[in-house]
Antibody, heavy 119, light 105 residues
Framework: QVQLVESGGRVVQPGGSVTLACVATGFAFSSYDFHWVRKGPGKGLEWVAFLRYDRSSEYYADSVKGRFTLSRDNSQSKVYLQMNGLTSEDTALYYC????????????WGQGTLVSVSS | SYELVQPPSVSVAPGQTATITCSGDKLGTKYTCWYQQKPGQSPVLVIYQDTNRPSGIPERFSASNSGNTATLTISGTQAMDEADYFCQAWDSYIAVFGGGTTLTV
């Protein structure tokens, strides 16, 4: 059974940092690309970052470029999102999403972890 | 940057057909996916490659994509279909989402 479990979300002060983790089970982790997608309060889904299965490519939304870094540990089936310089605009539920073939869509989603930026 | 536009809300009577549109420049040249999200739940893929339903998605869900508009159609809409629906297309490696449509049944 495929499972993506995010963790690390918390309340953080503006300007602060937080690292989200996502552990994957039930599929061939090292063959999958990973994304983080967030949903802010009263907002729609916003794509945040992408990391290719072999780490050969990574991309970030303009809103987080230079502040967020995506990494992965294939030996532990984990993906990490390092978030720095947080602002209230980053307050959201962050989803870890696994993709094998983009033409098949974003099939595997975690349950999300909440980051709240507040003083 | 590429943008997808959806109507904020659509209402439909139970048993009727719901239609949700998604507009983007030359969207018909890209594969479009649709996701359903109910309150407190993660998004669920309901359509991929413009018209395909993943295993487990009811046949009442169908879709098309041509020109600048992709359309999700729910035939015989049920109360359980009440949710937010998001279209999504790829702009290179970036997943672009529409703003979402709240379907009220």
């Amino acid at each position: 059974q495929v499972q993506l479990v995010e963790s690390g979300g918390r309340v953080v002060q503006p300007g602060g940092s937080v690292t989200l983790a996502c552990v994957a089970t039930g599929f061939a982790f090292s063959s999958y690309d990973f994304h983080w997608v967030r949903k802010g309060p009263g907002k729609g889904l916003e794509w945040v970052a992408f990391l290719r299965y072999d780490r050969s490519s990574e991309y970030y939304a303009d809103s987080v470029k230079g502040r967020f870094t995506l990494s992965r540990d294939n030996s532990q089936s984990k993906v990490y999102l390092q978030m720095n310089g947080l602002t209230s605009e980053d307050t959201a539920l962050y989803y870890c999403v696994a993709e094998y073939n983009r033409n098949d869509g974003l099939v595997y989603w975690g349950q999300g972890t909440l980051v709240s930026v507040s003083s | 940057s590429y943008e997808l536009v959806q109507p904020p809300s659509v209402s439909v009577a139970p048993g009727q057909t719901a239609t949700i549109t998604c507009s983007g420049d030359k969207l018909g040249t890209k594969y479009t996916c649709w996701y359903q999200q109910k309150p407190g739940q993660s998004p669920v893929l309901v359509i991929y490659q413009d018209t395909n339903r993943p295993s487990g998605i009811p046949e009442r869900f169908s879709a098309s994509n041509s020109g600048n508009t992709a359309t999700l159609t729910i035939s015989g809409t049920q109360a359980m279909d009440e949710a937010d629906y998001f279209c999504q297309a790829w702009d290179s490696y970036i997943a672009v989402f529409g703003g979402g449509t709240t379907l009220t049944v």
